[in-house]
């Protein structure tokens, strides 16, 4: 299975390639990738260069384009499909429609992938984009069970890419109208889910509030590590109780079901968090590169020590191992 990294700066993607990865994924610094965090992403001149640094080295690079255009304003991602195939990609991860329908006919011979904000999970809407578009590769959302996995992946002519660590996400990978209604600005068409000019953090009397939008999302006592407030893992009162109401914080980790995975056929795991550090980038990266190639030489697969660089200090295997109700 191919280790499919993430990168949100030039150096991240040397740090990522140099630690294992098989391919690393990044986007330009504007709209057109759901990233779109201030001080992050690649202009066209880095992502050459870091590309050809992968390229050196034996990894590729795929550039996520997998935001939605705006009506009247497709320029912006028309010039990113563009440059990031004069750049030399090896894949664009793509989700509008619109935009998958432009870039099959003007680059035929481009590969592309369909993101996962495209939120294809069945078989039938999978050909869809295939049969369609020509998409080599669906990365599939989080709420499906392995052998969910396995079903899909038999019924459609294309490779499936699923989410091995880092961040989850239960609000319609990305269309989250939480965040829309508290910032006024969509994670699917700005690119970014809690923008950070609407965060913010005020000292009330002890207590440090951590607030989104005018919202008030947590709140922390002197001493405790704040993190960065994202409603759906706020934390609210609910009948007097102070609770995670949507999602409490916890990582995504999917190291002791790869054979699993390798089984239900999944042609590449996907590390999330391009807003992460070069350190957390390395660690996760390594462990990873170790355990795939243990699994690939039938050794037993080594315990995972990222527990420090989880959210919460906790670890999940998600929907992949959920029995549903």
Not at 255 to 260: G, H, M, V
Request: charged share 20%; glycine share 10%.
């Amino acid at each position: 299975m191919e280790l499919v990294c993430p990168a949100g700066t030039p150096s991240a993607l040397r740090t990522a390639v140099d630690a294992g990865a098989d391919a690393v994924y990044c986007g330009f610094r504007d709209e057109t990738n759901a990233r779109n965090f201030p001080g992050l992403n690649f202009t066209p001149q880095e992502l050459a260069q870091g590309v050809a640094y992968a390229h050196d080295r034996g990894a590729k690079v795929l550039v996520a384009i997998n935001t939605f255009a705006r009506a009247g304003g497709t320029n912006l991602w028309h010039r990113a499909v563009a440059q990031a195939i004069e750049a030399r990609a090896d894949a664009l991860i793509l989700a509008d429609l619109g935009l998958l329908a432009w870039a099959s006919r003007a680059y035929p011979a481009q590969r592309l992938h369909l993101s996962v904000q495209a939120a294809a999970a069945t078989p039938p809407a999978i050909r869809f984009y295939a049969e369609r578009y020509g998409i080599k590769r669906v990365v599939l959302p989080r709420v499906l069970t392995v052998n969910e996995i396995a079903g899909i992946v038999a019924e459609i002519p294309c490779e499936a890419e699923v989410f091995a660590f880092g961040g989850l996400c239960v609000m319609t990978e990305g269309r989250c109208l939480l965040s829309s209604y508290a910032t006024g600005e969509s994670p699917n068409m700005n690119g970014v889910c809690s923008p950070a000019a609407h965060v913010d953090y005020r000292q009330e009397g002890t207590t440090l509030a951590a607030r989104l939008g005018g919202f008030t999302i947590d709140r922390y006592s002197a001493g405790q590590p704040a993190a960065y407030p994202t409603l759906c893992k706020g934390t609210f009162m609910v009948d007097g109780k102070a609770n995670h109401i949507f999602e409490e914080p916890t990582s995504l980790n999917v190291l002791e079901i790869l054979p699993a995975l390798k089984a239900a056929g999944v042609s590449a795991l996907k590390i999330e968090g391009r807003q992460r550090g070069k350190a957390y980038l390395a660690a996760v990266v390594r462990q990873f590169r170790s355990a795939l190639d243990a699994l690939e030489a039938g050794r037993t697969l080594p315990a995972s020590t990222l527990g420090a660089l989880t959210e919460g200090g906790r670890e999940t295997t998600g929907a992949y191992k959920k029995t549903w109700r």
